[in-house]
């Protein structure tokens, strides 16, 4: 009976999942009191047509978008680079230094461990859920998962 269940239940779930893969989905911890925090992830298009990341969001902040990381005479500075394309067949490694999602308004602080949900809203009405866990607060790459 599980199994029966679990087997409607991923059915029903199948156009959710698009052909969008994200996977590795993690954040660093953030010192108290900091409103702002990234996640990187792994992002790959799988099927055979660009896909357009259009809206992020997540119950641990106010606001999210996709931001890239560029070095402006010799200073690091970020520009927001959402809605996002994911040409077909392409896989995006979201890392530290490079494309990350910004979170804006932290409702609490990220803390090593914890994990919690992030939504992907696709230009096709279809959306792509990630649980994201998170790492230590100088972590350079994804956590166990
Ligand atoms: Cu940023």
Request: overall charge negative.
């Amino acid at each position: 009976m599980k199994v029966l269940i679990f087997s409607i239940l991923l059915f029903q779930m199948a156009p959710l999942f698009a052909d969008l893969e994200v996977t590795e989905g993690w954040a660093r911890a953030t010192p108290p009191g900091m409103p702002m925090g990234a996640i990187y992830a792994k992002i790959s298009n799988t099927g055979g047509s660009d896909i357009e990341i259009i809206g992020i969001s997540t119950p641990v902040a106010r606001a999210a978008e996709i931001h890239q990381s560029i070095e402006v005479e010799g200073m690091m500075r970020m520009r927001e680079i959402t809605p996002f394309i994911v040409s077909a067949g392409e896989t995006v490694l979201l890392a530290p230094g490079g494309k990350h999602i910004m979170l804006m308004g932290l409702q609490e602080g990220l803390k090593q461990g914890d994990t919690f949900p992030l939504r992907l809203q696709l230009s096709n009405d279809q959306a792509v859920d990630v649980k994201v866990i998170t790492g230590g607060f100088g972590q350079m790459s994804a956590p166990k998962h």
